[in-house]
């Protein structure tokens, strides 16, 4: 399975960006599709998360109200909403698959950028 990332950027805080994560290869056996995302001197963390089948999402309570994920399985691609930015969700994305046998791949990551 292979992850492209796109849609980072520079924008000022309370503005709005979408990311999209294009996927390609055996795209049949992934359970989960994610967003994390990674500051210098902190672990990547879980951002949001959905399911390829239901649909079911999860968010980290950071971001909850103002981010919103989503996947549009005839193109292979999961986006990410992101409203209302804030400086502290400055980091670089990373698109994430899960397969059924918890293997993970990871796409290169795009930086977004919040300014004040």
């Known amino acids: 399975v292979q992850l492209v990332e796109s849609g980072g950027g520079l924008v000022q805080a309370g503005g709005s960006l979408r990311l999209s994560c294009a996927a390609s290869?055996?795209?049949?056996?992934?359970?989960?599709l994610g967003w994390y995302r990674r500051t210098p001197g902190k672990q990547r963390e879980l951002v949001a998360e959905i399911t390829t089948s239901g649909g079911s999402t999860a968010y980290a309570a950071s971001v909850k109200g103002r981010f919103t994920i989503s996947r549009d399985l005839a193109k292979n691609t999961m986006y990410l909403q992101m409203n209302s930015l804030k400086p502290e969700d400055t980091a670089v994305y990373y698109c994430?698959?899960?397969?059924?046998?918890?293997?993970?791949?990871w796409g290169q990551g795009t930086q977004v950028t919040v300014s004040s």
């Open positions: 290869g055996s795209t049949f056996s992934i359970n989960v």
């Open positions: 994430n698959a899960r397969r059924w046998n918890n293997v993970d791949y």
